[in-house]
């Protein structure tokens, strides 16, 4: 009996993976839970652990090749199973023979926009071959809509494109998110399919003229980089453009506003020195982040618009706080998430933090640890950023920028004095969020860290 190990979803947004590296060879013998290969997303890189113990009988998806969730990448079998030299390689999705016909013959270069392929109605009697070539278009434009993930089909509704008119790359001709983000910068939005009968639905010329004068706002490509002495060029890593793709999705969906307060850290800087010594003896760092991420998670119950979500024409209020923390990598970043926030001590806070930023730096999280997030907190402070403007962490609809914290001269009572000092940024979606809102959340927060009852901690 044979257990099929599947490409797993690292994040609620997450439609595919890429294979990185295979930790093991065919042939080798895995314990259950032991690292199997490691991938990349836009959200993290993780070793994946095998789901069973065995032997791994097959490798369906090579380094490097990138496929939808839930495909099957190998196959292991019973301890003292044997490979089978003569076994072709699983296809990552979709069938073979899907996925030689809806490939292009050859690659489209990524500064060009892709091609827009002409809506046309179900040929009638009498078209003759012309007529049976639009259709088999159809049905494959047809056909490349169904095999898209819903984030697709969201971008697509949110910017009118028809998912037809775009050739996928993913297995099986699957348009990915990639896809979609290309073909919405380099070339012009596609309205929905006419009906037949229509004028666009007339012919093959037509509905090509009438695409070509209906463009939206123009988008202009990048040109291309010229190159000089010296210059060394390196392709971006997987995680690289993953998140590059993440953070361009997020701006055409967000209008980001952003708001900064001054914060008095005084207090907090009080306990966290009175406390610090029995944390430790716990095993757990008291930072200040740690006071941050508290104040924010009893703030969010009292402002549930920015721990909420938009769903098409509906806005999904959470019922809990599931707190982001940003952690930064060698070669990127990733959030780790911390389920329940609101619903530990700062303590309990401070241990889960310390234990998912632990993990996310050996690549040891899970898949569910990096996805369900309802609020982010980021701190380039740590690296004496004095505040930052972020990019807001879809689906979510807001993230805390900490800025760093030091010792400044303040005006307290018409005198001078030093005092712990830092701000902090609030970038919101303007969509759902108003400002008044995002001050008040802001004001709140401001309060419970200057006020921070020492009871707390």
């Not at 008044?436 to 009871?455: G, R, Y």
Request: hydrophobic share 45%.
């Amino acid at each position: 009996m044979s257990t099929p190990v599947v490409m797993p979803q690292m994040g609620e947004s997450i439609a595919e993976g890429t294979i990185v590296r295979w930790i093991k060879k065919v042939g080798d013998t895995v314990d259950r839970d032991e690292p199997l290969f490691e991938i990349s997303t836009d959200k993290v890189d993780a070793e994946i652990p095998s789901p069973t113990a065995g032997v791994l009988l097959e490798i369906a998806v090579k380094e490097g090749e990138t496929v939808p969730i839930h495909s099957v990448v190998a196959t292991i079998g019973e301890a003292g199973a044997k490979p089978s030299a003569s076994a072709p390689a699983a296809p990552p999705s979709a069938s073979a023979a899907d996925a030689a016909t809806a490939r292009p013959a050859s690659p489209v270069p990524a500064s060009a926009p892709p091609a827009v392929p002409a809506p046309a109605a179900a040929p009638s009697a009498g078209t003759g071959a012309a007529g049976l070539a639009v259709a088999a278009e159809a049905a494959k434009a047809e056909g490349r809509a169904q095999r898209s993930s819903p984030l697709v089909r969201r971008i697509a509704k949110e910017h009118g494109v028809d998912i037809g008119h775009i050739s996928g790359s993913g297995a099986g001709g699957r348009v990915t998110k990639h896809d979609i983000l290309e073909f919405i910068e380099s070339g012009p939005a596609v309205a929905s399919k006419a009906a037949p009968g229509s004028a666009m639905a007339g012919s093959a010329a037509g509905a090509a003229s009438s695409v070509a004068a209906k463009p939206a706002a123009p988008v202009h490509a990048p040109a291309p980089v010229a190159r000089m002495a010296g210059d060394r060029i390196e392709p971006m890593s997987v995680m690289r453009r993953k998140i590059a793709e993440h953070m361009v999705f997020s701006k055409h969906t967000s209008p980001h506003v952003y708001s900064v307060f001054e914060v008095n850290y005084s207090r907090i800087d009080q306990i966290r020195k009175a406390k610090k010594d029995d944390y430790e003896r716990q095993g757990v760092k008291l930072t200040f982040t740690s006071f941050i991420a508290k104040a924010v998670t009893d703030c969010l119950r009292r402002h549930p618009v920015l721990n909420a979500s938009i769903d098409g024409d509906n806005v999904v209020y959470r019922g809990s706080v599931n707190l982001g923390i940003a952690v930064s990598l060698e070669n990127g970043l990733i959030v780790p998430v911390v389920k329940g926030a609101d619903e530990r001590n700062l303590l309990g806070l401070s241990r889960a933090i310390q234990d998912v930023a632990d993990r996310a730096r050996v690549k040891k999280l899970n898949p569910d640890e990096v996805q369900g997030g309802t609020f982010t907190i980021t701190n380039p402070g740590n690296l004496g950023a004095q505040f930052g403007l972020p990019v807001i962490n879809q689906p979510q609809v807001a993230i805390l920028c900490v800025g760093t914290i030091e010792k400044r001269a303040v005006v307290i009572d018409d005198m001078i004095g030093i005092r712990m000092m830092g701000y902090l940024t609030l970038g919101f979606d303007h969509r759902l969020v108003d400002g008044v809102a995002a001050d008040q959340f802001l004001a709140d927060l401001k309060k419970s860290l200057e006020q921070f009852d020492a009871a707390q901690a």
